[in-house]
C-alpha cells in the first residue's frame, strides 16, 4: 500500500521466519516480491524462491533476477512457459546461464486440463533442457538439489 508492505505482511513473514517456511512470490508483480523478498531477507528469512520468472506479467530479465538472487533468492523457471508459447528456449537458457543453475529450480507447473500431466511436462521440459545444452548434472541440481535444500 502506497509503495509499503503492510502491517498484516511482516506478521506472515514473522511466522515464515519462526517456522523456517519457503517464501514464494506466487503471482505478484515483481515489484511486489521485490519489496517481499528485501523485508524477507532484512528479518533474515533464508528460504526464498521467485516463481514464474518469465511468465509475461510478472516476467524478470536476467539483471533483475540477479538482484532477487542477491537477497537469497532461486528463481524458478516452469515448463508451462515454454509450452503455451509465452516466453521462448532462447530467452530462458538465456537467464538460466546469466543466474547460473545454482540459484535455479525448474518445474513443470502444469496440470490445467489444456496442459500435459505435471510429470509428463516435467519429462518433456527435462528432455528439452538436455537438447539444448544443459548439463545432467546441472539439470539435477535445478531439479533435485535445489529443491531439496530449500525443504530442509
Known sequence: ENGKLKKGVYEILEIIKAHKMILSAGHISKCEALALFTAGNKMGIEKMILTHADLPPIFTTSEEQ???VSLGAYIEHSYYTIFKGETSWEVMLEQIQTIGCDHIIISSDMGQFTSPY??????????GLISRGISRGNL???????PETLLR
Not at 505435471?118 to 528432455?127: H, I, R, V, Y
Not at 539435477?140 to 535445489?146: D, F, Q, R, S, Y
Open 66 to 68: 540477479k538482484k532477487f
Open 118 to 127: 505435471p510429470d509428463d511436462g516435467l519429462n518433456e521440459f527435462a528432455d
Open 140 to 146: 539435477e541440481k535445478m531439479l533435485i538439489a535445489n
